[in-house]
């Protein structure tokens, strides 16, 4: 059974950080280590958005433009994890992060964890 953990959300005042992870287990990653790792979030009435995505390589991709330069996303290949470090959060950053996971040769294999609230108020 594959499962993916997800932590540290949480409510925060403006300017505060927050960091989340994302632990990936089970059967399959067994087998294939996790290719892509990446967060999206999501707003009630809008469409779920990529954040930001981590090839196996380390290389980066900051999809949404608004948190280049506060946020930081890592990973650890040993534990199958990966992190969120956002700095200087604001309001807009406020929604439901969800991580989600590649993995397989050709990347047929693909999950999403549960979701976790980040709120950004004073």
């Known amino acids: 059974q594959v499962q993916l953990v997800e932590s540290g959300g949480g409510l925060v005042q403006p300017g505060g950080s927050l960091r989340l992870s994302c632990a990936a287990s089970g059967s399959i990653f067994s087998k294939f280590s996790p290719t892509t790792m990446a967060w999206y979030r999501q707003v009630p009435g809008k469409q779920r958005e990529l954040v930001a995505s981590i090839a196996s390589s380390g290389n980066t991709n900051y999809a949404d433009s608004s948190v280049k330069g506060r946020f930081t996303l890592t990973r650890d290949n040993a534990k199958n994890t990966v992190y969120l470090q956002m700095n200087s959060l604001e309001p807009e950053d406020t929604a439901v992060y969800f991580c989600?996971?590649?993995?397989?040769?050709?990347?047929?294999?693909?999950?999403w964890g549960q979701g976790t609230q980040v709120t950004v108020s004073s």
């Open positions: 989600r996971v590649w993995a397989g040769a050709r990347n047929e294999y693909l999950y």
